[in-house]
């Protein structure tokens, strides 16, 4: 089966740091995607991940291990417009196309003064 | 560049109709994917479509159906609207697949 697990909901302070995990259960794997999208709004991209180690990408960084199927988004010097719900996807290998994507339920980051 | 297009932005119908969105993907983009989001069950992949064909599709009933244009404009179709139906459809368009999607910002469907 295809499962991929993230916390509902977190908050944090402003100025501060915060890590979203993500694990993930698919039939193979062929990269895991990060998405923000803002109440309302469509979901942009923010990373992609197909080889084990960080991305770093101003003051957003993500990290793969395939291995334990595991995944975390890092939001450094956090901003309250950083208020938005964080969106893990994962692309199986066998999907019978190429951009099939098996999102996460979402975690919703709240950033509070 | 234009973003992807999505219309109409709002729709309202009743149970039984049918209804046709449409997605219009960024210029040079061939790809187009179909994604039905609710407050339950998340972002679900609906079907993509690539050079007219369908190359994938999700576990949806065959009640929802979509279609891809030679300029890559797509459409997708839902018949005989059920009340759990009502979603948030996105559309997103891709050049290559490794660069990730870009979403538009979708058509809001309720059913009454």
């Known amino acids: 089966g295809q499962n991929i697990d993230q916390p509902t909901e977190m908050t944090a302070t402003e100025g501060a740091i915060v890590q979203i995990n993500c694990t993930y259960q698919?039939?193979?794997?062929?990269?895991l995607f990060w998405y923000q999208q803002h109440a309302g709004e469509a979901p942009t991209f923010l990373s992609y991940?197909?080889?084990?180690g960080l991305e770093e990408k101003g003051r957003f960084s993500s990290f793969l291990s395939r291995s334990k199927g595991y995944s975390y988004l890092l939001l450094k010097e956090l901003q309250m417009k950083d208020s938005a719900s964080y969106l893990c996807?994962?692309?199986?290998?066998?999907?019978?196309?190429?951009?099939?994507?098996?999102f996460g339920a979402g975690t919703r980051l709240a950033v509070h003064p | 560049k234009a973003g992807v297009t999505q219309t109409p932005r709002y729709l309202i119908k009743t149970r039984g109709q049918q209804v046709t969105l449409s997605c219009s993907p960024i210029s040079g983009h061939r790809s187009v994917s179909w994604y039905q989001q609710t407050p339950g069950q998340g972002l679900q992949f609906l079907f993509e479509?690539?050079?007219?064909?369908?190359?994938n599709k999700g576990n949806f009933p065959g009640r929802f159906s979509g279609r891809q244009f030679s300029n890559s404009r797509s459409e997708m179709n839902v018949s005989t609207l059920e009340l759990g139906d009502s979603a948030l459809y996105l559309c997103?368009?891709?050049?290559?697949?490794?660069?990730?999607?870009?979403f538009g910002s979708g058509t809001r469907l309720t059913v009454v």
């Open positions: 996807a994962v692309r199986p290998m066998f999907s019978g196309g190429y951009n099939k994507l098996i």
């Open positions: 479509y690539f050079s007219e064909t369908q190359r």
């Open positions: 997103a368009s891709s050049l290559a697949g490794t660069d990730g999607y870009t």
């Open positions: 698919t039939s193979g794997f062929n990269g």
């Open positions: 991940n197909v080889l084990d």
